[in-house]
Structures are given as C-alpha cells and as structure tokens.
C-alpha cells in the first residue's frame, strides 16, 4: 500500500521543550491529518488540514499542509509529560476517501 | 471517550478459527471504517462501508470480509485465521462518506495462537 514516512520515528525531550515531526509521501494528498495515539487506545484526531500551504492550530499543537500537497508538519510548543503517545499522520485522496497512515512517530516527554 | 465502540476488547483464538469483531459507530455516524495495526505494517486502511454499502477497499485480504447492518453497527469476519493475522483491529466512523474527521474505537486485540 502507500507509504507516509514519518520523522522522526522516535522523540526523547525534555518537558517545555518545542517539539516538531514531519510527514512525506511521494504521491498528493488533498487532505493531511495527525492522530495521536496513546496506549491502549485508538488514535484521536487532534488537526485536519484541508488546503496546500494551511497553517492550522490546535492548542500547542500546529500542524501545516506542505505547498507540494506531498507533506505536513506538526510542531507542539511547550511540551508536557500528556503528551507522550505516537503521533501519526495520514494522507486521503478524494478517490475512495481512504485514510493512508505514516509509520508513527514516538514521543516521550521527561519531566 | 470517542463514541465508537468495538467489542470484544481482547481475543484469543487458534489458526485456522474464525472470528468476528464488531463495531457501533458514533450516533448519527453513517460511514465506517476498518484498519488494521501491527508492528511491522503500522495503521492499514481495510474497508469502508456507508449506509450499509461498501464505499471504499483498502488492503483486505480475501479471508476478511466485513458487512454494515440497517442498524447501522458493523462486524468484521476474519476465518482460517493465520499467525501473522495477530495484530489491532480498529474501527472508525464518521458522518459522511468523504468526511475526513474519522473517530476511532479502542479497538480489539486479536491474538491468533
């Protein structure tokens, strides 16, 4: 299937510290999202992202739909111990609206 | 708490079984999604059901198949069930067929022994 790379794949940061974590595809996305997903859990919809160039917030969370339509970026400011969970990005194509997930990337936050 | 919700939680079963997860969407939602989480595959779209139809196919292997009920619950069917079947289910759901805010359910870990 299609494959998003995302990275880092994995984050060690200390608490307040900003974080930032991009996605890149070789195929176009019409719309880019980013889940995270903590144990146990399913993933949550924290920011959808529907036109090239958009720069969209969420909290301390912002998230950017690249110019190419081929990557997204999610930065988190201030960091803090709820954060730590995967975070993944996934790409939709009009056709079919199906969801292609990124690899995941893994955020740890020490206090 | 997401809306979604999928039963069972936990599933243990031997190879060659068949098994059925099942899934209730958000109230209201119409549209329903499946994937599948494993290590080494990460998050993969399965199928997506609207209304009771088949939208949208992902990379579901001809062992799966999954329906949606007038009720508007779905159930995924898996048989002759492998090894590296083992993995998380997760069902989504949504308002609308190209609705792109997709909330998923807690899924149901399946271990295939």
């Known amino acids: 299937g299609q494959q998003l790379n995302q990275s880092p794949q994995s984050m060690f940061i200390q608490e307040g510290e900003d974080v930032s974590m991009n996605c890149t595809s070789s195929s176009i996305f019409n719309t880019w999202l980013w889940y995270k997903q903590e144990p146990g859990e399913g993933p949550v919809l924290l920011i959808a992202l529907y036109k090239a160039g958009e720069l969209t917030s969420n909290g301390r969370l912002t998230a950017q739909f690249g110019i190419t339509r081929k990557d997204s970026f999610l930065n988190i400011s201030a960091s803090i111990p709820s954060d730590v969970g995967i975070y993944f990005c996934?790409?939709?194509?009009?056709?079919?609206?199906?969801?292609?997930f990124g690899t995941g990337t893994s955020l740890t936050v020490i206090p | 708490d997401s809306g979604v919700t999928q039963t069972p939680k936990h599933l243990i079963t031997a190879t060659g079984q068949r098994v059925t997860l099942r899934c209730s969407p958000r109230?209201?939602?119409?549209?329903v999604y499946w994937y599948q989480q494993s290590l080494d595959q990460g998050l993969q779209f399965l199928i997506q059901?609207?209304?009771?139809?088949?939208?949208a196919k992902g990379n579901i292997l001809e062992r799966f198949s999954a329906q949606q009920f007038p009720d508007l619950h779905s159930e995924l069917n898996l048989s002759s069930l492998e090894l590296g079947d083992s993995a998380l289910y997760f069902c989504a759901s949504s308002a609308h067929p190209t609705n792109t805010e997709a909330f998923f359910g807690q899924g149901t870990r399946l271990t295939v022994v």
């Open positions: 059901y609207y209304n009771g139809e088949e939208r």
């Open positions: 996934a790409g939709v194509k009009n056709t079919g609206n199906q969801f292609y």
């Open positions: 109230s209201g939602d119409l549209s």
